[in-house]
Each structure stands twice: as C-alpha cells, then as structure tokens.
C-alpha cells in the first residue's frame, strides 16, 4: 500500500509564497510520475502540476504558469510545489498523487492511483 503525505500549507498573503511537500512510502517512488490537484469548496479538484518518474518533465495548468514549480527528489521519496505570487483564486485542499503507468493525461484525475490525504492552502486578499 502506497501512502503519500502532504505538508507545508498554511495561510499566507496574496503575493506571499508556500513550498508543499509529499513525502511517499514504498521503495519504487522514481519509478512514477507524481502530479498535484486541487480543490476549492464548491468546486471539482482541478490539476496543478505534474512531474515525469525522472523529473525530467514537467506539466503546469495555464493558471499556474510562470508560478508554480514542480520538482522532487528521488532519493528522498518527496515531491514538492512551490508556490509564489499566490493569489486568493489559489485557495483550495491540495492533494499530491502517484501516476500510473503509462503516465498520460497529466491533467486528468483518472491518471492517477494513489491520492493524499490534501493540506490546506489559503490566500488572503
């Protein structure tokens, strides 16, 4: 069984910047692609960013470009986004999830297997 868990959210200022990290159980972590969701209340939970087994590449919503970055290291089992220039249109649950193999359609939720358990992130205007 495959657990991921998410840290570092927290309120923070429009402008202001979080770094969260999703730290996975398991012994094959470099052998998956990663991506980060997220959920506003209200809303369906939309996708963020994605990240190659080898990190070598990665995938952003237009929302997000420019602003967020995806990366992870291997040898420590963690994927993380860094946020800046945050807005309050970015408040939401954020989730990190394991891709499956193949890894297609980074944006779409079925993509993914495994789902945190989501840390919150809220932007205040």
């Known amino acids: 069984q495959v657990q991921l868990i998410e840290s570092g959210g927290g309120l923070v200022q429009a402008g202001g910047s979080l770094r969260l990290s999703c730290a996975a159980s398991g012994r094959t972590f470099s052998s998956y692609a990663m991506g980060w969701f997220r959920q506003a209340p209200g809303k369906e939970r939309e996708f963020v960013a994605g990240i190659s087994a080898s990190g070598g590449t990665t995938y952003y919503a237009d929302s997000v470009k420019g602003r967020f970055t995806i990366s992870r290291d291997n040898a420590k089992n963690t994927v993380y986004l860094r946020m800046n220039s945050l807005k309050p249109e970015d408040t939401g649950v954020y989730y990190c999830?394991?891709?499956?193999?193949?890894?297609?359609?980074?944006?779409?939720?079925?993509?993914?297997?495994?789902w945190g358990q989501g840390t919150q992130v809220t932007v205040s205007s």
């Open positions: 999830a394991r891709g499956r193999i193949p890894y297609y359609r980074p944006s779409n939720t079925a993509t993914y297997d495994y």
